[in-house]
């Protein structure tokens, strides 16, 4: 009856998020919310360090995280394919250097 009530809060609030594998605070670890996906690295239960996170409309990014945001190289690639490589502050692409 717990797993049933679990799974139906989770499902029943946006923003639950599903712990698949890993460590779910610190480490390596994979989680999955609304249709999207985070691989990578954990720091207190936040995207911390090198991942990917993936959109549910199949959007990618794929480098550093810091305190739950892209920060540091990396590269974010839309549905439609188009590529972004550069450096991220706090979620924002700061080079905007377009890959063709």
């Known amino acids: 009856m717990r797993k049933i009530?679990?799974?139906?809060?989770?499902?029943?609030?946006?923003?639950?998020?599903?712990?698949?594998?890993?460590?779910?605070?610190?480490?390596?670890?994979?989680?999955?919310?609304?249709?999207?996906?985070?691989?990578?690295?954990?720091?207190?239960?936040?995207?911390?360090?090198?991942?990917?996170?993936?959109?549910?409309?199949?959007?990618?990014?794929?480098?550093e995280f810091k305190g739950n945001k892209q920060n540091g190289q990396g590269t974010y690639t839309t549905a439609d394919g188009t590529v972004y490589k550069g450096i991220w502050k706090n979620g924002y692409n700061n080079s905007k250097k377009r890959i063709d």
């Open 5 to 63: 009530l679990i799974i139906f809060l989770c499902f029943t609030f946006v923003g639950c998020k599903q712990h698949i594998s890993g460590d779910a605070e610190n480490g390596y670890g994979v989680y999955i919310r609304s249709g999207s996906k985070y691989e990578g690295e954990l720091k207190d239960g936040m995207k911390d360090g090198y991942g990917t996170f993936t959109w549910a409309d199949g959007t990618k990014y794929i480098g």
